[in-house]
């Protein structure tokens, strides 16, 4: 008995201790800016959507769509006029999955990053400064 309890006692000192030793993770994401939906694109997708949220250090356009065969999901990171980074997903109705990452130097891609971020109210980008 009195071991139980010692190893009881033992074990709740080192959640404690865990618990407020833990280090606090900060909280980046300061929200999201706009959302606008049904957006015409290529290609084709039904009920999409792109959101613009700011964090501390970029903003992100996160673009989702259904094709025909399954869901497209791309990310667009983003400062003032650079684009920092970019990739797609796709999520067949099979249950496989695919990963792109864009190569920003590539024209089409800056086009369509220009393309997508022409959505948003220019009071919403001049927050991603």
């Known amino acids: 008995m009195k071991l139980k309890m010692l190893i009881m006692t033992g074990l709740a000192g080192i959640a404690l201790t865990a618990c407020t030793t833990a280090p606090k993770i900060p909280q980046l994401e300061t929200g999201v800016l706009q959302e606008v939906r049904n957006l015409e694109v290529y290609p084709e997708t039904a009920n999409n959507k792109a959101t613009l949220t700011k964090f501390i250090d970029k903003c992100v356009i996160e673009f989702t769509g ?14 003032g006029l650079t684009l920092i980074s970019g990739g797609s997903a796709t999520f067949a109705k099979d249950g496989t999955s695919t990963a792109n990452k864009f190569d920003l130097n590539a024209p089409e891609v800056q086009k369509n990053f220009l393309a997508l971020r022409h959505h948003f109210h220019k009071d919403a980008l001049a927050q991603c400064d």
């Open 66 to 79: 259904n094709l025909e065969a399954g869901k497209s999901v791309e990310q667009w990171s983003f400062k």
